[in-house]
């Protein structure tokens, strides 16, 4: 199947793992990073920076690339693990390294040792094959965000994934057990036992299909559903029980397909135990008889689960107050209109700096029906008995709405500015020296084609 080559680990140095480290720090907003940049990110001179990156990309780690307005530096797939086994190293949870025991459609597994000699199991996130890549639409790593580099969304799934394992084995699920992770890699237990898929016979076959059934049920019962249960992801122990494994895809009983993903799971095993054992029952079960007694999908925040269906679940099971859904609502709607006042006076002229939160409330309620200033004089001049006590109400008037901000919104409106020209000056500053960059080669390329089409106008 091959193997990871981490061979080249021992003879990297600080200074390199300090470059890979500034190169992943800079693809968080950058397709290719320019050598510059990480040099100022590693805080290492240039030239040294320079060799550097040379030597990691003779050896694979990093890959060099030229791009139609800039070059830069990409982090490879190869990089990136090195950076994971580093950590786990440093942390005393890997000290060496096996075979590759098992590869899948988005991950690979390895056999690795702790310190103390005892085999654990290693596995490597590859979201990105071409074999798999509806992995962006089918499921939300992207949430909010247009698009991502295929090793951020490995690290979502390993961290998903390591959430999953823990809760559940926290829960006297039969998982294995979860030990650390790191990016994209998650350190587990190592099962003993074989596949189902290669599994032939089997001592009790009813007795096996009725605990896959028991335990779509208790996950279901849990607030989850696997996704993906079936032959490739059951383990079988010499004893004949099941260990469950593969959760990225996991998702919550509250999403929207979720009956059909249960159904799937369960026709899943009914039709291996008839093609493989050619065992049928009659008896499975539905979505319809799920009972919630968890709620693990809150915990983990499953795929298709929202904060309002958690406070519903905890209010249903008793887990929360009608008083403390009341406030908590109360906290919501508070900072969400202190989000639309901050908009509101972002929208504001510069020269308004003196109107109040209670005044931009006031507008907010009154925009649709507020009066002309002419006419609010014509109605208040007839209340009053003469016109220095109108005048005196005007200049109350005008002092009360004429109070100045908070001075810690205006710290807070001074830093963001800051922050936001300091970057501007970072962007300035960076500036891709040394090697030809884009700009450079393009207009070699015009001039070499200028003095190629001479001919077509004439000249010699």
């Given at each position: ?61 990093l890959s060099y690339e030229r791009g139609k307005r800039y070059d830069g530096y990409r982090l490879t797939n190869s990089g990136y693990d ?379």
């Amino acid at each position: 199947m091959g193997k990871l080559n981490v061979s080249l680990m021992r003879y990297l140095t600080p200074e390199d793992f300090r470059v890979l480290t500034a190169i992943e720090m800079g693809m968080k907003n950058h397709e290719l990073v320019p050598g510059p940049m990480a040099a100022s990110i590693a805080n290492l001179q240039h030239g040294g920076v320079h060799k550097l990156l040379r030597e990691l990309c003779k050896h694979k780690l990093l890959s060099y690339e030229r791009g139609k307005r800039y070059d830069g530096y990409r982090l490879t797939n190869s990089g990136y693990d090195y950076l994971a086994l580093h950590s786990l190293t440093k942390r005393n949870v890997v000290a060496s390294f096996g075979n590759q025991i098992g590869v899948g459609k988005e991950s690979n597994i390895y056999i690795i040792a702790d310190p103390e000699g005892q085999e654990i199991c290693l596995k490597l996130h590859r979201l990105g094959r071409v074999c798999f890549r509806k992995v962006a639409e089918k499921r939300d790593y992207h949430k909010h965000r247009k698009s991502a580099s295929w090793l951020y969304l490995s690290r979502i799934s390993a961290t998903k994934e390591y959430a999953y394992m823990k809760a559940l084995y926290d829960r006297k699920f039969p998982v294995p057990k979860p030990i650390d992770f790191n990016r994209h890699c998650v350190v587990m237990e190592l099962v003993q036992g074989t596949l189902l898929n290669h599994v032939m016979e089997v001592s009790d076959v009813e007795a096996l299909y009725d605990d896959l059934m028991n335990l779509i049920v208790r996950f279901a019962d849990s607030g989850v559903i696997h996704g993906d249960f079936n032959e490739f992801n059951i383990i079988l122990t010499p004893e004949d029980k099941p260990i469950i494994i593969d959760f990225p895809q996991m998702m919550s009983t509250q999403h929207a397909n979720a009956e059909m993903f249960f159904e799937r799971d369960v026709n899943c095993v009914k039709e291996f135990f008839k093609k493989r054992f050619n065992f049928e029952s009659e008896t499975f079960p539905k979505f319809s008889d799920i009972e919630r007694m968890d709620t693990l999908d809150a915990e983990v925040l499953c795929t298709g689960f929202t904060k309002q269906m958690a406070k519903d679940i905890n209010l249903e099971l008793g887990l929360e107050s009608d008083e403390e859904e009341s406030d908590s609502e109360k906290e919501e709607e508070f900072h969400d209109s202190v989000d639309k006042i901050e908009e509101i006076s972002e929208i504001q002229e510069p020269s308004n700096s003196y109107s109040t939160i209670e005044t931009i409330m006031h507008q907010m309620k009154n925009t649709k029906n507020l009066p002309d200033s002419d006419e609010v004089k014509s109605q208040n001049s007839d209340n009053f008995s003469s016109l220095e006590d109108l005048e005196d109400f005007e200049s109350r008037s005008v002092r009360s709405t004429a109070t100045t901000i908070h001075p810690d919104e205006i710290k807070r409106r001074m830093k963001k500015q800051l922050e936001a020209k300091d970057k501007r000056n970072q962007r300035k500053r960076c500036v891709a020296k040394g090697e030809a960059n884009a700009v450079t080669r393009v207009r070699r390329e015009n001039r070499d084609t200028v003095k190629q089409s001479k001919g077509i106008w004439g000249y010699e």
